[in-house]
Nanobody
Framework: VQLVESGGGLVQPGGSLRLSCAAS????????MSWVRQAPGKGLQWVSVIYNDGRTYYRDSVKGRFTISRDNAKNTVYLQMNSLKPEDTAVYYC??????????????????????WGQGTQVTVSS
């Protein structure tokens, strides 16, 4: 299994970046994929998830600004990030979702366990 992220960099507040994750070594089209980030000095935080049926979910702080998508023909998952804020600064990882949980209050799903991770790509939002 190999997951290779790209597209990170330095961007000013309000700017945009598009992250890509090229996957190989497993059946990508049937796998749920997630973006997870780790800010300096903080723990891992899931950002978004896309299931094999196309359903997508986001953490509240990125809703309306980030969009996850996948191209099964290219075995690639993307994260389009718009209106970036300094608090989005983190290393962003692509991961294969092993299991998910349902938030019964909101009717959404979120990743609970992961199988494999990429090496990460740094996103820095600063003026």
């Amino acid at each position: 299994v190999q997951l290779v992220e790209s597209g990170g960099g330095l961007v000013q507040p309000g700017g945009s970046l598009r992250l890509s994750c090229a996957a190989s070594g497993f059946t990508f089209s049937t796998s749920a994929m997630s973006w997870v980030r780790q800010a300096p000095g903080k723990g891992l935080q899931w950002v978004s998830v896309i299931y094999n049926d196309g359903r997508t979910y986001y953490r509240d702080s990125v809703k309306g600004r980030f969009t996850i998508s996948r191209d099964n023909a290219k075995n690639t998952v993307y994260l389009q990030m718009n209106s970036l804020k300094p608090e989005d600064t983190a290393v962003y990882y692509c991961a294969i979702v092993k299991s998910s949980r349902a938030d019964l209050n909101s009717g959404t799903y979120y990743p609970y366990e992961y199988d494999s991770w990429g090496q990460g790509t740094q996103v820095t939002v600063s003026s």
